[in-house]
């Protein structure tokens, strides 16, 4: 069996679970000074799925635990009144609170939830309108609990790995723009290009995974006491981006010409030779505006300003490459103005 399947690719923070733990804690005591003749089983439960990975979800979950076990509350009572508790009853029991969230265009969570409560009441021997109130009233506090814990113990924020994402999207990018510039520096085979082209492409599929970070990271602020300090600087990241798109989009169109009409004869043209220290420097320009920490040791020499200062204009059209030439030099034109200006 592979059990890499049940595992993600990080760890959750330390700090979510001792607010778990804390917050089933807390419900546990509370709830036994209220209750003390009873387990308070549901309490703990709605407090430990009440401490999600935003507080947003937390509220969301603390919603659907609750509607959960109100309904589910009803129909356990409802069965054991008609049947009693005979051991057939569990399975009729599941079938009917699945069967109701089914009517009730419930989400799966919430018909699951309506199931284990039912389930719970009937096993704890729960055959009273008064134990059913309790139970509502101790998941409430459990709920209750579970939220505020999530909300005001350092509330979770999800804005580095998208700004993580963000960097890591617009140094690749740069990357590819060093490729380019390596392409038309030295002869280059097929195979050669073709990773290089296979390389852009891949800023694409990137793009849409920081989509998904993105929207994680505005969801973690929803309802969090955190969330001015933190939107102002998501914001930003989302201007970054906004700058990115363009450029990334330049690449590849930049990359598929040279990959279509690459000709070794292109590597002798003044023209591109100057092209390619114009590339590189794009690309330093490129690392230095979306952080300092992503400016490479080759690019170390270099004075820590705009490299991009000189213009640079082609003399003579190369009589076999000029339309190549001319595109590419256009290209650059954009970059340049894109990196520079992010117009």
Not at 95 to 123: C, E, H, P
Not at 188 to 199: G, H, I, V
Not at 312 to 317: D, K, Q, V
Request: glycine letters at 6%.
């Amino acid at each position: 069996m592979d059990f890499t399947r049940f595992m993600t690719s990080e760890r959750a923070p330390i700090i979510q679970v001792a607010k778990s733990t804390g917050a089933a804690i807390a419900t546990w005591f509370i709830c036994v000074l209220i209750y003390p003749e009873q387990i308070p089983i549901f309490g703990a439960i709605a407090a430990l799925i009440c401490v999600q990975e935003n507080v947003s979800q937390s509220l969301t979950r603390g919603l659907e635990r609750m509607v959960g076990v109100v309904v589910g509350v009803t129909v356990a009572l409802g069965a054991t009144l008609l049947f009693g508790t005979p051991s057939w009853l569990f399975i009729v029991a599941i079938l009917v609170a699945l069967g109701v969230g089914w009517l009730l265009k419930m989400s799966t969570g919430s018909s699951n939830q309506i199931a284990i409560t039912t389930l719970l009441m009937i096993a704890l021997g729960g055959s009273s309108v008064m134990y059913g109130v309790e139970r509502i009233i101790e998941t409430l506090i459990g709920a209750a609990i579970g939220v505020t814990v999530n909300a005001l113990v350092v509330a979770p924020v999800k804005v580095t790995p998208a700004r993580e994402a963000i960097n890591t999207f617009g140094y690749e990018a740069s990357i590819a723009i060093d490729r380019l510039a390596d392409a038309l520096s030295e002869p280059r085979d097929k195979a050669w290009l073709t990773e290089m082209l296979l390389n852009a492409r891949l800023l694409s599929a990137q793009r849409n995974n920081i989509s998904n970070v993105k929207a994680r990271a505005y969801e973690s602020l929803q309802l969090n006491p955190r969330a001015t300090k933190y939107r102002a600087e998501l914001k930003q990241d989302e201007e970054l981006l906004r700058r990115l798109d363009p450029i990334v989009s330049q690449i590849a169109g930049m990359t598929r010409a040279v990959y279509d009409n690459y000709d070794e004869e292109l590597l002798t043209d003044p023209g591109v030779q100057g092209m390619t220290t114009e590339l590189r420097k794009t690309a330093h320009d490129l690392r230095r505006l979306i952080s300092p920490e992503h400016v490479r040791e080759a690019d170390a020499t270099t004075e820590p300003i705009t490299a991009l200062t000189a213009p640079f204009t082609i003399l003579e059209p190369n009589s076999k490459h000029w339309i190549l030439i001319g595109s590419l030099m256009e290209d650059l034109r954009r970059l340049r103005n894109r990196v520079l200006t992010g117009e």
